[in-house]
């Protein structure tokens, strides 16, 4: 197969100055893409901002192997922030083409102990912040012609301990991709979820909810290097998939689908026949459908 090439494409990356959105970015780069590195410089859990400028350094790198980049310090979670992060594309490069939402921040705790205003943290980081990208940059994906658009989630919006904050914030993300999914094909615009694995800062900070041999592994075996070409292939103008789930960890890549049953149908239901037929609610049969925006 020839080398799939990113020359002219202009594409932002959030939360790219770290972990797994530095991966994209330096591979993206690496491929010909104009790369806006946008990253706030936050901490782990999105509490407070570190001192320290990420987005720049990774810039820096990408000029220094001849690729163009340029950073953008702002925060996704807000209205303004988001809006600046796509106008310096538009600035810096004149068009943009594709987004990849994966600034994201966690802090694990029970569900009765996690306070209202973490659960709203989480929401506004993952849920709005990939909103507010998508939002600001639409008008630009459209123009664009081949508008991709990839959002981060995880395997925790199915279940994780500890993580019911985190998970349903990006389950939210999840359903936003859906929908943006549907509205953006008739524009062209591509929309999918990734949900990845990675030994990085935060996965560090997750440890309390991972075995030390869970951490251990994705320390070794799980790099950010691993997610990056996933991410790439589905902004790329001939990935023609979308409002999919895919999960990539080292250098594993799969498809989450989302099933309905062909299940029961009873005109005179009661609750003793859903009782007695849940078996065939339940049941995974070949008439099983997957959910799909596009059929493939
Ligand atoms: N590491 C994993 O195994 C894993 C698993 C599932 C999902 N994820 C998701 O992957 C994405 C990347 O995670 P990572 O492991 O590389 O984490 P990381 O902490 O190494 O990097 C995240 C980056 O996002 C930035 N950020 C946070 N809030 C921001 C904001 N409001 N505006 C702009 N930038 C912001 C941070 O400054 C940081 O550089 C996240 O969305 C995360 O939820 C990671």
Not at 210 to 224: D, W
Request: aromatic residues 4%; charged residues 20%; negative net charge.
């Amino acid at each position: 197969m020839d080398t799939l090439s990113f020359e002219d494409r202009v594409v932002v990356v959030t939360g790219a100055g770290r972990g797994i959105g530095r991966a994209h970015s330096l591979l993206l780069a690496a491929r010909g893409a104009q790369v806006v590195v946008a990253d706030l410089g936050a901490s782990v859990d999105g509490s407070g901002v570190d001192g320290d400028d990420p987005a720049g350094d990774v810039v820096a790198e990408i000029r220094a192997a001849g690729g163009q980049a340029v950073a953008c310090r702002a925060d996704v979670s807000t209205e303004t922030g988001a809006t600046t992060i796509v106008d310096s594309a538009v600035k810096e490069f004149g068009r943009l083409d594709a987004v990849i939402n994966n600034a994201g921040i966690v802090r694990t705790g029970s569900f009765e102990a996690i306070p209202a205003e973490e659960f709203q943290r989480h929401l506004n980081v993952h849920f709005f912040g990939s909103l507010f990208m998508c939002r600001a940059a639409w008008p630009h994906l459209i123009a664009s012609g081949s508008g991709r658009v990839v959002n981060t989630i995880s395997a925790a919006m199915l279940g994780n301990p500890l993580m019911a904050h985190y998970g349903s914030s990006k389950g939210a993300v999840f359903a936003l991709t859906r929908n943006l999914a549907v509205e953006g094909a008739e524009h062209g615009i591509l929309v999918n979820s990734l949900a990845p694995g990675a030994g990085t800062r935060m996965a560090e900070n997750s440890a309390e909810s991972l075995s030390p041999e869970v951490m251990e592994y994705m320390r070794t075996q799980l790099l950010p290097e691993h997610v990056a070409p996933v991410a790439a292939y589905l902004i790329h103008p001939t990935c023609q998939v979308t409002g999919e789930i895919f999960n990539a960890a080292g250098g594993g890549v799969s498809r989450t689908a989302v099933v309905t049953t062909p299940g029961i149908r009873e005109t005179d239901l009661t609750i003793e026949t859903v009782a007695e037929r849940f078996d065939e609610v339940m049941a995974l049969t070949s008439e099983a459908r997957p959910e799909v925006v596009i059929a493939p």
